[in-house]
């Protein structure tokens, strides 16, 4: 059975158990660095309720400098697990276990080595309206500048852990390739205690005035799987031509993935109007993965969100 290596404050007054967690995919850094910025900081004196801080729920991916454990599976893609499994699945039962205890969840992510992410927080729409209401408050008070709202069909992750146990639960996205932005970090550590100050935890803070966040909700089944986004055809270099939040049309080049053997390059274009809130920033790509995730406006297709720079 899989040892998580957490840390646990209890408060000295009542409130919600809120978990967070970061390093459920190996190559992720900033969400990990910020929850050891937490564990050092937060005085249980202050607290109410209790902190529960996982900075690294697999520690194999890390080992293997990768999204992947020492199995080759992906984390986020193995929940509820199996205490009997393979490596990564105990890791998954042992996290979704630790899930079912909490109120409140967040997961902090990054696109991690091959995937620049715009920054965001994301739930699942989930039908219990009060825990999706709860889920909404989180976003907004986690202040990353995109909210997405996407279907809470998806399983195999922390997100449907936390649905299946009843939890309220957001993950969030912030940048990816090395180094460690310590900007990202410090958003993290920022965005995490304006969460606890919200729901009651901490004595608010100096509030940190954001920009009103683009809220997006999209609810069509497999909306925010960003693995299925504009697939490479072939096994290659992935040379990017566009930006994030830049806004593009169906059609435009998105990039060209040139084939190392023929050297014969295939131009990517997009299928979709909208902006970019995902694209590949490690070149070297196999056939079929993802190279740029849209955001697209359903309600108006032809007029794209406004993301601000980031
Ligand atoms: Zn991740």
């Given at each position: 059975m899989s040892k998580l290596k957490s840390t646990s404050i209890q408060g000295s007054a009542d409130g919600p158990h809120l978990l967070i967690t970061a390093?459920?995919?190996?190559?992720?850094f900033e969400g990990i660095f910020a929850i050891y910025q937490l564990i050092r900081q937060i005085d249980a004196s202050k607290l109410h309720g209790r902190l529960t801080l996982l900075p690294i729920a697999n520690q194999s991916a890390v080992d293997q400098h990768s999204r992947y454990g020492e199995d080759g599976k992906d984390l986020a893609r193995t929940?509820?697990?199996?205490?009997?499994?393979s490596p990564t699945e105990q890791v998954a039962a042992a996290v979704n276990d630790l899930i079912s205890t909490a109120d409140l969840y967040i997961d902090l992510h990054t696109g991690g080595r091959a995937m620049d992410v715009y920054p965001l927080s994301g739930y699942g729409l989930v039908k219990d309206d009060a825990i999706l209401e709860t889920q909404r408050r989180m976003a907004r008070a986690i202040g990353l500048p995109l909210i997405w709202g996407t279907s809470a069909?998806?399983?195999?992750?922390s997100m449907s852990a936390a649905r299946d146990a009843g939890v309220a639960a957001i993950y969030t996205e912030y940048r990816g390739p090395?180094?460690?932005d310590a900007i990202g970090v410090k958003t993290y550590v920022d965005g995490c205690l304006a969460v606890m100050a919200e729901f009651g935890m901490?004595?608010?803070?100096?509030s940190i005035q954001h920009p009103p966040p683009v809220i997006v909700e999209d609810s069509r089944p497999?909306?925010?799987?960003?693995?299925?986004?504009?697939?490479?055809?072939?096994k290659g270099l992935f040379e990017s031509s566009v930006s994030l939040g830049q806004n593009v049309e169906?059609?435009?080049?998105l990039g060209k993935v040139i084939d190392?053997?023929?050297g014969k390059e295939h131009q990517i274009t997009s299928k979709q109007t909208g902006s970019i809130i995902v694209i590949r920033s490690y070149p070297q790509v196999d056939e079929s993965d993802a190279l740029a995730v849209i955001l697209e406006?359903?309600?108006?297709?032809a007029s794209p969100y406004q993301l601000p720079s980031c």
């Open positions: 390093g459920i995919h190996g190559d992720e929940f509820p697990g199996d205490p009997q499994g069909e998806l399983d195999g992750r090395s180094p460690c901490l004595k608010q803070a100096d497999n909306s925010g799987h960003m693995q299925l986004c504009n697939p490479s055809p072939i169906s059609g435009d080049l190392p053997l023929s406006n359903n309600e108006n297709p």
